[in-house]
Nanobody, 132 residues
């Protein structure tokens, strides 16, 4: 079982930037297959929604329209870590942010990349609150 730990959340003002991190590992220290890592978020009273994903081998990214142009996903393969750089934050970005891992290939970017069922393990989430 892959374990994911997010960090970097906090309280910021509208217009600020914030970077989240998520590191994947196993309790046994064994290697594991990793095809991609994604970010999702859940605002109070709303369903969890897809934010973006990065493929692990090629680094291809795919974003939800709501964050495209403001958020950037990157990875450090050596550290099994994915980053979510969030710029020009607005109150609508207030949510708990979750990272998740794919352990199977999903093919080229498509709506499949945004489906929760395609992800095998999830982190506990980190809260991001944007004040006006």
């Amino acid at each position: 079982q892959v374990q994911l730990v997010e960090s970097g959340g906090g309280l910021v003002q509208a217009g600020d930037s914030l970077r989240l991190s998520c590191t994947a590992s196993t309790a046994s220290g064994r290697t594991f297959s990793l095809y991609g890592m994604g970010w999702f978020r859940q605002a109070p009273g709303k369903e969890r929604e897809f934010v973006g994903r990065i493929s692990w081998r090629g680094g291809t990214t795919y974003y939800a329209d709501s964050v495209k142009g403001r958020f950037i996903i990157s990875r450090d393969s050596a550290k099994n870590t994915v980053y979510l750089q969030m710029n020009s934050l607005g109150q609508e970005d207030t949510a708990a942010y979750y990272c998740a891992v794919n352990q199977k290939p999903l093919g080229p970017p498509s709506s499949r990349w945004g489906r929760e069922i395609e992800y095998d393990s999830w982190g506990q989430g980190t809260q991001v609150t944007v004040s006006s």
